[in-house]
Each structure stands twice: as structure tokens, then as C-alpha cells.
């Protein structure tokens, strides 16, 4: 089993920057990819951010040059850095961690809201 707890939502005006961070526990040993997937009222999730264990990274398009992802140094911890937000990005952020044990199981955390709005 792996939780993952999210911080570091909250309401940020257009331009500004926020990070999220998302801790990951339990089965910590066996967890593989990370990432942050964002939902908006009557859209679709959108795939953010992926980072693999060894550090590769996959950003949208949508996001690419103003989103970054990173883990720490133990990778229990997956980082959003998120500058020049706009409106468009406010949705409820979602981390995911994959966790490798024979078959992969997919754990999400709560979401946190990030609203862009002057």
C-alpha cells in the first residue's frame, strides 16, 4: 500500500507561482513513476507531469516551459513547480505514484485546488 498526501494548493494570481508537493508512504521501497494528473469542472483529467524512478520527465504541452516535476533524494517526495499560472490552470491537482510489486498498481492522493484568479 502506498498513501500519498498533497500539499501546497491555494489561490495565486495570474503570473505568480505556486509548488505542490505530494509525500508518498508506505510501500515506499517499490514505488515507480510519479506524477500529477489536474481536473477542471466539466473537463477531462489532463496528464500534468510524469517523472520516472530514475528521474525522466514528460511534460504537456499545455504546461511545457512553465511546469516543472522533480522528486527528492528518497523518492517519497514529487514536486510541481508551477510559474506564469494562468486561469486556464486552475483545476484540483492530483498526485499519482505507480507502485512495482509483480503487477503495477496505480495510488492518487486526495487533490489539492490551485485557483489562478486576479
Known amino acids: 500500500q502506498v498513501q500519498l498526501v498533497e500539499s501546497g494548493g491555494g489561490l495565486v494570481q495570474p503570473g505568480g507561482s505556486l509548488r505542490l508537493s505530494c509525500a508518498a508512504s508506505?510501500?515506499?521501497?517499490?514505488?515507480?513513476?510519479m506524477g500529477w494528473y489536474r481536473q477542471a469542472p466539466g473537463k477531462l483529467r489532463e496528464l500534468v507531469a510524469h517523472?520516472?524512478?530514475?528521474?525522466?520527465?514528460t511534460i504537456a504541452d499545455s504546461v511545457k516551459g512553465r511546469f516543472t516535476i522533480s522528486r527528492d533524494n528518497g523518492k517519497n517526495l514529487v514536486y510541481l513547480q508551477m510559474n506564469s499560472l494562468k486561469p486556464e490552470d486552475t483545476a484540483v491537482y492530483y498526485c499519482?505514484?505507480?507502485?512495482?510489486?509483480?503487477?503495477?498498481?496505480?495510488?492518487w492522493g486526495q487533490g489539492t485546488q490551485v485557483t489562478v484568479s486576479s
Open positions: 517523472i520516472t524512478r530514475a528521474g525522466g520527465t
Open positions: 499519482y505514484a505507480d507502485r512495482l510489486s509483480g503487477v503495477v498498481q496505480t495510488y
Open positions: 508506505g510501500s515506499i521501497f517499490s514505488i515507480g513513476s
